[in-house]
Structure formats: C-alpha cells, structure tokens
C-alpha cells in the first residue's frame, strides 16, 4: 500500500507562482513514475506532468514553459513548481505515483484557484 500526502494548494492571483509536493510512503516502496493530474469542474481529468526514475518528463501542452516538475528520489517526493499561473489553471491536483507501468495510486486532491 502507498500512501501519498500533498500540500501547497491554494489562492494566488494571475501570474503568481505556487509549489506542491507530494510525499509518498509505504511498505516496500518501489516507485517507477511520479506526477500530477488536475480536474477542474465540468472538464476531463488532465496528466499536467510526470516524472520517470530515470528523470524522463513529459508536460501537457497547456503547462509547458511555466510549470516544472522535479523530485526527491531520497525523499520520495514529488514537486511541481506553478509559474505565470492563470484562471484556466484553477483545479484540483492529484498527485499520482506509478509502482508498475498500470499500478497508479492517487493522492486526495489540493484545491488551486487562480483568480484576483
């Protein structure tokens, strides 16, 4: 079992700058892949970024240039720095870690809202 706690959720104003993590733990932790999705409401849920143990990135298209995603194999965690925030960033984040190609565990969610 993994369990995975987030923080650094919350309110900022267009063009401001936000910093989650997340940490992972658990019982034979073996981790393959770290991310994070969003879902805003009435939209489809979107992998925002991930981050393989080999250090492959890959970035939605709506996110590229402003947000960068790093971590702490040590630590097992996972961050995703926000810049240049905008509304149509505003979601909530999950942070997602990837044991296997298909075992994905999900974090509970931290709330972003971008508005002034």
């Known amino acids: 079992q993994v369990q995975l706690v987030e923080s650094g959720g919350g309110l900022v104003q267009p063009g401001g700058s936000l910093r989650l993590s997340c940490a992972a733990s658990?019982?034979?932790?073996?981790?393959?892949?770290m991310g994070w999705s969003r879902q805003a409401p009435g939209k489809q849920r979107e992998l925002v970024a991930a981050?393989?143990?080999?250090?492959?990135?890959n970035y939605a298209d709506s996110v590229k240039g402003r947000f960068t995603i790093s971590r702490d194999t040590v630590k097992n965690t996972v961050y995703l720095q926000m810049n240049s925030l905008k509304p149509e960033d505003t979601a909530v984040y999950y942070c997602?870690?990837?044991?296997?190609?298909?075992?994905?565990?999900w974090g509970q969610g931290t709330q972003v809202t971008v508005s002034s």
């Open positions: 658990g019982s034979a932790l073996s981790i393959y892949r």
């Open positions: 997602n870690v990837w044991t296997s190609v298909t075992a994905i565990y």
């Open positions: 981050i393989t143990l080999g250090s492959s990135i």
